[in-house]
């Protein structure tokens, strides 16, 4: 049936603007009709669902673009329906999924298989292509097919492209085609096989370390290589202090590059593993770092450095965590925490402004990738989130919407809801 609701007395936030205003939202068959003031009434009359958005903000719709589904080949672990479910309940109202799948988003057939899945979906799915084929770094995978099909981007997230002639060919690629490459920045060769950040915490615990330098060095190259070709390149889940300050060089240079960075890398630190007790739900790809590096990544954000905030949301199931630390994947699951933490860690202590933060939410993401922001005008179909910066909770298991339940921040307090995301004709709260 067609969506007609009204979203009555909430705060209006441009995420575009950063304007703001008190209004009511008329949403007739799916489509904002109205924004104005002392509509309830009326709207009552007609018979039109009436929510309360008192004391709420409304906003363009968010997005990560960074996500997981795991479908095809991995529904064990999620799929890309109860992925969107976890994705609503975080606030979201579209996502761009990473092409490690089985097999991965390396031909057309399966971006298309991708879209056709997240059909009548609350949150759009954007498939992101894989840079090789077969994301083995040894040859292009058929980019311009793939974004033909409907790939907004290109990566190899998981297995970084090593090959430096490889990367300089497909950011040529992709510049022709309009998209950017995003990038899962290691150089492997640094990295022999560790499992959390290589430093004091690593040496006590015993435990084979990945050094920052693995990212900072890849991240380098990539700069230079986008700065050489013109394209567009994207840091994905940055974690390193020293590798902020490289793409602040590189912006300062007029490179065309952009960050993004994940709840986890600036809420915990390579300690948790320790006082944990080896908790596998610490262990993620990049591993958690030090207190210098996380005071890094809120200072990138503050200052632009970091374009977008996204979750790297990597399900697991239980089986496959609950293993040796050595034994453990990588990966944790974001969407459901990633405003609270937004909230408790970057707005509450005023690293951001609720503003900010929502256009790294809702507006960068899109503009990352090529995609249209939604609008607030009369007219334009509706997608919308409805959360507040300011209400304290508690996580915990109840609120994991994910297949999977590898997170550990069961249990840790949260500063700021999302309450209900409208999109594609539909209007979906998020219970508690």
């Not at 693995?214 to 390149?233: K, N, Q, S, V, Y």
Request: with cysteine; aromatic share 6%; net charge negative.
């Amino acid at each position: 049936m067609p969506l007609d609701l009204l979203l009555a007395d909430g705060t209006v936030l441009d995420a575009r603007t950063g304007t703001s205003r008190r209004a009511d939202v008329l949403i007739r068959d799916g489509r904002i009709a109205r924004l104005g003031e002392s509509l309830r009434e009326a709207a009552e009359a007609d018979g039109v669902l009436v929510y309360d958005a008192s004391g709420k903000t409304i906003s363009q719709g968010w997005m990560d673009m960074h996500v997981h589904f795991r479908e095809p080949g991995q529904e064990h672990k999620e799929t890309i329906e109860t992925g969107a479910r976890a994705a609503a309940f975080g606030g979201f109202t579209a996502v761009a999924c990473m092409p490690n799948t089985e097999p991965p988003i390396a031909t057309r057939d399966v971006v298309e298989f991708v879209t056709k899945r997240a059909e009548g979906l609350v949150v759009d799915v954007h498939p992101i292509g894989t840079v090789s084929k077969g994301r083995k770094g040894e040859e292009l995978a058929e980019m311009a097919d793939m974004a033909a099909g409907g790939a907004v981007g290109f990566s190899d997230d998981g297995s970084p492209v090593q090959h430096g002639g490889l990367m300089r060919r497909a950011l040529e690629y992709a510049r022709t085609l309009g998209k950017p490459i995003l990038g899962h920045e290691e150089d492997l060769t640094l990295n022999p096989h560790g499992h959390m950040n290589e430093g004091a915490v690593a040496t006590r615990l015993g435990l084979p370390g990945i050094p920052g330098l693995a990212e900072e060095a890849m991240i380098a190259r990539d700069a230079l290589l986008a700065e050489f070709t013109g394209a567009r390149f994207h840091v994905c889940h940055i974690s390193t202090a020293t590798a902020v300050d490289i793409v602040r060089r590189a912006k300062a240079r007029g490179v065309q590059i952009t960050a993004e960075a994940c709840p986890h890398h600036w809420a915990l630190t390579d300690a948790a593993v320790e006082a944990s007790a080896y908790d596998t739900h610490t262990k993620m790809h990049p591993p958690l770092r030090t207190a210098a590096d996380v005071q890094a990544i809120k200072d990138g954000l503050a200052d632009g450095t970091i374009d977008a905030i996204a979750t790297d949301h990597a399900p697991h199931a239980g089986f496959e965590k609950e293993v040796e630390f050595i034994e453990a994947p990588f990966g944790i699951l974001g969407l459901e925490t990633c405003w609270g933490l937004t909230g408790r860690d970057l707005i509450a202590p005023g690293v951001l402004s609720v503003e900010d933060a929502v256009r790294k939410l809702a507006v960068a993401p899109r503009e990352i990738l090529g995609l249209d922001v939604p609008t607030l005008d009369e007219g334009a179909e509706a997608n919308l989130t409805l959360f507040d910066a300011t209400t304290e909770w508690t996580f915990e298991r109840r609120h994991v919407r994910s297949k999977s339940h590898n997170t550990p921040f069961i249990g840790a307090p949260m500063v700021g809801r999302a309450w209900a995301v409208v999109n594609n004709g539909q209007f979906v709260e998020a219970e508690a």
